[in-house]
């Protein structure tokens, strides 16, 4: 379940085109499809001044929660402050994750989702989204130490312990593409770093921002790229369906921020302007 946190003040591949073209008429679409609800968000939001966010707290370099400090910090807490100030409301964070994220947006326990959120079709099947405002490919992330897999060529041998996130985008990406190494999906308590040093992984898959922001703090951790485009799935803002207006306003958010630049700068602060998608 949501975990609600209280007022937050403000705390390189290429997309394909022709994915990059199908997740924006994607996007065109949404904003003139489907019954807008009587009492939608906007409402609610005018009257209690606060935007819900749901964030996804353990998100290196988007939404992640320092344990040190107990700060936000990341591309998507800056620029969901950001959202905030557009909508003169204050920010309350809710706690959520990639494998509890459709049922907290569509159950209303928030009412935007940002922590760079794959749009997977799985998804589009529960969920609206904005335009894409960033991209990630799939990275492999192993030790300095390990003698199993020193390259992308390893990974799918047989015998190899390949470890995913629960309900990341890695999961059934990897799913339908491991022939001969196996997959261990990995799910809270238990973390995929834990998992790796420990030896019961051989090597996790990750994106972008996570692999960067772990190789700043771990001394030993190894970062295996992909020779070629693996694959390459834009990341939205995620709303429940049958709210129109506040899709329209999500979405017009993500294009103003792309044309004032406000995106690129946050995104510099946290080292993610390789992936940042430009119209």
């Known amino acids: 379940m949501a975990k609600i946190f209280g007022t937050v003040a403000q705390a390189s591949h290429t997309v394909p085109s022709k994915l990059l073209g199908w997740a924006c008429a994607l996007s065109i679409g949404w904003l003139v499809a489907g019954p807008a609800t009587a009492a939608g968000v906007l409402e609610r939001i005018k009257a209690t001044d606060t935007v819900r966010v749901c964030i996804w707290p353990d998100y290196f370099g988007v939404s992640h929660r320092n344990p040190n400090t107990q700060q936000l910090e990341g591309v998507d807490i800056d620029l969901s402050a950001e959202l905030g100030k557009d909508l003169k409301a204050k920010v309350q964070y809710v706690d959520s994750s990639f494998a509890t994220l459709v049922d907290d947006v569509t159950a209303e326990r928030c009412d935007v989702a940002m922590f760079a959120v794959g749009m997977l079709a ?97 001394d030993w951790a190894k970062l295996i790229a992909p020779p070629t485009p693996f694959s390459v799935l834009p990341y939205g803002y995620a709303v429940k369906p049958g709210d129109d207006a506040w899709l329209a306003v999500v979405d017009g958010f993500v294009a103003r921020i792309k044309k004032d630049g406000r995106l690129r700068a946050a995104a510099t602060r946290h080292g993610l302007l390789p992936i940042v998608v430009n119209d």
């Open 122 to 218: 799985q998804r589009l099947q529960h969920l609206k989204f904005s335009r894409p405002y960033m991209q990630s490919d799939i990275y492999a992330i192993s030790t300095k130490s390990n003698r199993t897999v020193r390259q992308w060529s390893d990974i799918d041998q047989p015998g190899v312990l390949v470890g995913v996130q629960g309900g990341t985008f890695m999961e059934p990406v990897m799913k339908a593409k491991l022939t001969q190494a196996q997959m261990v999906v990995i799910k809270p308590p238990q973390t995929r770093e834990r998992e790796l040093e420990a030896g019961r992984i051989d090597v996790f898959m990750t994106d972008f921002p996570y692999s960067r922001r772990l190789l700043s703090n771990a």
